[in-house]
């Protein structure tokens, strides 16, 4: 069995930087109607900065993958032991 993690692990990050990204666009554009969100007491450049991090550590994660997936792909496979394990 691999130690190496599953493709694609970080859909929830990426979904929910989007989310907030959204809220922030959404906060940003009642404000200047001079409205706001109720559940939403921070200001929108705190979500976005929130957004961007969560998708720098998606992306951080996914290059991290992509280049462990290529190193297996330049290893080849690995010889079987004696007692048929790889």
Do not use: Y
Request: hydrophobic share 50%.
């Amino acid at each position: 069995m691999s130690a190496r993690s599953p493709l694609f692990n970080a859909p929830v990050f990426l979904g929910s930087a989007f989310l907030l990204m959204g809220l922030a666009i959404l906060e940003k554009l009642l404000n200047l109607f001079g409205s706001r969100i109720p559940f939403v007491d921070v200001f929108p450049r705190q979500l976005l900065d929130w957004a961007v991090a969560l998708l720098m550590f998606e992306i951080a994660l996914s290059l991290r993958q992509m280049i462990e997936t290529r190193l297996e792909e330049h290893r080849g496979p690995k010889p079987e032991t004696r007692t048929g394990v790889q």
